[in-house]
T-cell receptor, first 109, second 115 residues
Framework: GENVEQHPSTLSVQEGDSAVIKCTYSDSASNYFPWYKQELGKRPQLIIDIRSNVGEKKDQRIAVTLNKTAKHFSLHITETQPEDSAVYFCAGGNEKLTFGTGTRLTIIP | EAGVAQSPRYKIIEKRQSVAFWCNPISGHATLYWYQQILGQGPKLLIQFQNNGVVDDSQLPKDRFSAERLKGVDSTLKIQPAKLEDSAVYLC?????????????FGPGTRLTVL
């Protein structure tokens, strides 16, 4: 089955700086890669996703890049704000999603 | 539009007891998922329904866990008997159609504590 690894497990950045979270996957058949944000005690919420026919996707301050050859994808958050503090999960799959272990992002004011 | 609803939000039971969770997906969503999220980990898929049929239950511990989705709408997940390691948040999600290459919307989850 699919195996998704996520790094780093924790990340602290100064407000206004950029944050990058990286994930790798094992199954070359995986074709869908969403990113979810989960605030403490709340449900995971989709923030951006990418499909394997696209290399990069951007939505305001958030972007995701996908390298199918290397089987890795990354989340980029620019101009970070305190409200970006949360746990971020990557996921990948084809018939079903496998989630990474999460990155706790802390924005330092 | 209303989101995915789950109940109860919290449950505390003794080991070896049984427990049931309920999920009401977004209206019209064909696919329903149950995930287990242990503290500090990502969600792990337990079972996936397409309408009222099971698509994937390969990671469901079938000796103690069961799930059903009657009439292709609401779903219940049951644990009998519960073990200490079942302590987790149980998340229900739904998506409009087919395989998971379709946005999944999560419910608020049920936090289960097994003592």
């Amino acid at each position: 089955g699919e195996n998704v690894e996520q790094h780093p497990s924790t990340l602290s950045v100064q407000e206004g700086d950029s944050a990058v979270i990286k994930c790798t996957y094992s199954d070359s058949a995986s074709n869908y890669f969403p990113w979810y944000k989960q605030e403490l005690g709340k449900r995971p919420q989709l923030i951006i996703d990418i499909r394997s026919n696209v290399g990069e996707k951007k939505d305001q301050r958030i972007a995701v890049t996908l390298n199918k050859t290397a089987k890795h994808f990354s989340l980029h958050i620019t101009e970070t704000q305190p409200e970006d503090s949360a746990v971020y999960f990557c996921a990948g799959g084809n018939e079903k999603l496998t989630f990474g272990t999460g990155t706790r992002l802390t924005i330092i004011p | 539009e209303a989101g995915v609803a789950q109940s109860p939000r919290y449950k505390i039971i003794e080991k070896r007891q049984s427990v049931a969770f309920w999920c009401n997906p977004i209206s019209g969503h064909a696919t329903l998922y149950w995930y287990q999220q242990i503290l500090g980990q990502g969600p792990k898929l337990l079972i996936q329904f397409q309408n009222n049929g099971v698509v994937d239950d390969s990671q469901l511990p079938k000796d103690r866990f069961s799930a059903e989705r009657l009439k292709g709408v609401d779903s219940t997940l049951k644990i009998q008997p519960a073990k200490l390691e079942d302590s987790a948040v149980y998340l229900c999600a739904s998506s409009p159609s087919g395989p998971p290459t379709d946005t999944q919307y999560f419910g608020p989850g049920t936090r289960l504590t097994v003592l």
